[in-house]
């Protein structure tokens, strides 16, 4: 058995369905041969011992096709703030959101039972135990739902299981923080009665709420409101890197209390004291993070939020394939295999367990 096996990989976030819906150089990349281009594909999900995770279904902004602003190394001086993009058009945000979703459904039907749309946690457990990878339907912003959320119903009947309230934009939702080095993450306003409404449908039905991206005023009004555990599914410590887009003291605290749970991202930008877009970034920055995560709020409550095929990877990890590395280098930091299941699939199944309800 190899150590793929043995500890299965879930991971909180990628956004690799983009480059096949909407591939920036007009061609979908391969997904089920090995190539060396973005960080994931199947072969390379094998060979890192990657089981699963949140597959992200994203609506880049209509002026740019560009999801993610830091995909260029190189591109942002030490201190930066990139200005919010404008809030998305309902129809043009349901269009592509529904791309998004075929793309993850012809890939599970294309991949002969090799990859699996999962709606219940049973489902997930039951993948893993397969080695079948097991895919969550995640949309990173509510942009293509509508606020009165008949889309919400329908999403969830087709496989939504989590849903990022915000991006790094407004929506009729809620606020998301602009990506800014360095910055509080308290950068605006809170949810809207619209919002409000939003997260009370997700608890009823049993979607995750992703708070990775939202403003504090949101996450605050979240956590008052949601009876689910807090998740932040990409994010780091601000008080390690502060970075907009990561978590204050007292938020890690909240999600603590909410028995929630950090997927560390992996993005440099996100985890360097300078906050530099620079790849010759060591391994040991992402146990950094989940060092300092792990002794303020817990070992239960921090796993992987990789980012891949949507941020800049430390070198050393490279891509999808490199996740052994980051295991040793865990190990090297005084993981025992005890504590490496809690992160790497264990943790994450706990707490999808009890915010799906099933
Ligand atoms: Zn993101």
């Known amino acids: 058995m190899t150590a793929g096996n043995s500890l299965p990989i879930f991971d909180g976030h990628n956004d690799s369905l983009q480059s096949i819906y909407l591939p920036k150089t007009g061609k979908a990349r391969a997904f089920f041969e090995r190539t060396a281009e973005g960080h994931i594909d199947l072969p390379r999900m094998r060979e890192g011992g990657f089981a699963g995770g949140f597959f992200a279904v994203f609506v880049p902004s209509q002026s740019s096709l560009h ?3 830091g995909d260029k190394p190189g591109s942002r001086a030490a201190v930066y703030e990139i200005p919010l993009p404008a809030a998305l058009d309902l129809t043009y945000a349901r269009k592509i959101a529904i791309r998004g979703m075929a793309c993850l459904f012809r890939l599970e039907t294309e991949s002969r039972g090799q990859i699996k749309v999962i709606r219940t946690a049973d489902e997930l457990s039951a993948a893993l135990e397969q080695g079948v990878v097991a895919a969550v339907l995640h ?11 008949d889309a919400l119903e329908v999403f969830y009947q087709a496989g939504l299981r989590s849903l990022g309230l915000a991006w790094s934009r407004p929506n009729v939702f809620a606020h998301g923080v602009p990506f800014k080095f360095p910055g509080s993450p308290d950068t605006g306003p809170g949810l809207s009665d619209a919002g409000r409404q939003l997260v009370k449908a997700c608890n009823r039905l049993g979607i995750l709420i992703d708070l990775a991206h939202i403003t504090e005023k949101g996450f605050w009004d979240t956590a008052g409101i949601s009876h689910a555990p807090l998740i932040a599914t990409h994010a780091g410590a601000h008080a390690l890197c502060p970075s907009t887009r990561n978590l204050t003291d007292k938020q890690l605290d909240a999600i603590r209390e909410t028995d929630g749970i950090v997927g560390v991202n992996f993005h440099v930008g996100f985890l360097r004291k300078d906050g530099r877009l620079e790849p010759d970034t060591p391994l040991s920055e992402i146990v950094r993070h989940i060092d300092y995560i792990a002794r303020r709020i817990g070992i239960g409550h921090v796993a992987f939020g990789s980012d891949f095929d949507g941020a800049v990877m430390p070198l050393d990890l490279g891509d999808v394939a490199g996740m052994p590395k980051l295991l040793d280098s865990l190990r090297d930091h005084g993981y025992d295999e005890d ?11 706990r707490v999808l367990r009890k915010t799906w309800k099933r």
Not at 139 to 149: H, N, Q
């Open 67 to 69: 999801g993610f602003p």
């Open 339 to 349: 504590a490496l299941r809690k992160i790497t699939h264990e943790n994450w199944i």
């Open 139 to 149: 949309f990173e912003g509510a942009e293509a739902i509508d606020p009165e959320l």
